[in-house]
């Protein structure tokens, strides 16, 4: 049993990106307002993600790594109306079998932190009293070290597994308004760097400025439209500029409701139009579309990164239009 569930849990924790996506999603279901992700030699020794949100009390320090347990949903019916990121109770559970979990914490109920520690089961192993502001502190070290061809594996490929790792922080630090993320990488015995940082500001706008800095903001037109009934798409896209494109398209970043999600084929609509202008570059954009929670479905695959949109081939005709209108040859 220990070895399905190591093998099942390589589903919802696929890579280092997907292990980091987890706990920063839930760093922000508990209302934090500061996430720091610290890494050490690129996330291959040590994973380390620290909130000031409301912490973990007591009576869930058990329950906490146990498979489908989550305090997020109570009913069925509440999948509709989800708000959280999280809401299948895997991710910690999952961390534990590929690693070695512990977790500092504390609510505003109590008068000090616990440290806790958990076995590859999901057990908590030991549990002691720490000082500690309130908040949560997940610390993973180790990924993938009880499955030993997927760790070596890892560190051979730790490059990569780091590139798609800032990609999606980049994401999530686009998007969350009011949040200061940090994330810092610390190699040898050399300093931390900071890879991905912002400033807890209330517009996107600000966000990228501080992640990818104020000459790329101004290459970047707003958007914010009603694509169709029931759909609004807002969010920045390149003009078509000089300078303002990309070689490549490691800059586009799609949500739904600010959920960071794999939607392909604006990608490709993206692209194509962005190419009848300068077919050796492709935009920039962040577009974060805002439907109804009946439009789509998150539940499709462990990582969450797939949606399925009800209505979406009509959604990429709108959307069509409405960059086209962007990409007008008058206006350059
Ligand atoms: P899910 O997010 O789907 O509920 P997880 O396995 O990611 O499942 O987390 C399990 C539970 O642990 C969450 O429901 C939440 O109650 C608690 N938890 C995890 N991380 C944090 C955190 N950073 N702050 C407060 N509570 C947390
Ligand atoms: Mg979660």
Known sequence: RAAVHRICSGQVVLDLATAVKELVENSLDAGATS????????????????????????????????????????????LQTLSSFGFRGEALSSLCALSDVSVTTRTKEEPVGARLTYDHSGALISQERV??????????????????????????????????????LQAYALIAKGVRIVCTNQVGKSGRTTIVQTQGSGSVKDNIITVFGSKTATCLEPLDLLVSDGCRVEGFVSRPGAGCGRASGDRQ??????????????????????????????PMAVLNFILAPTAYDVNVTPDKRKVFLHTEGALLVALREVLENVYTPEKY
């Not at 909130?51 to 489908?68: A, F, H, I, M, R």
């Not at 739904?256 to 794999?262: A, E, F, I, S, W």
Request: net charge positive.
């Open 253 to 282: 970043f799609v949500y739904v409701n600010g959920r960071p999600v794999d939607l392909p084929k604006i990608n490709k609509l993206l692209n194509e139009l962005y190419g009848s202008f300068n077919s050796l570059q492709k």
């Open 131 to 168: 000082a500690r502001a309130i908040g949560t502190t997940v610390a993973v070290s180790k990924l993938f070290s009880p499955l030993p061809v997927r760790y070596k594996e890892f560190n051979r490929n730790i490059r990569r597994e780091y590139g798609r790792l800032l990609s999606i």
């Open 35 to 78: 996430v720091e992700i610290r890494l050490k030699e690129y996330g291959s020794v040590l994973i380390e993600v620290a909130d000031n949100g409301c912490g973990v009390s007591p009576e869930n320090y058990q329950g906490l790594t146990l498979k489908y347990h989550t305090s997020k949903i109570s009913e069925f019916a509440d």
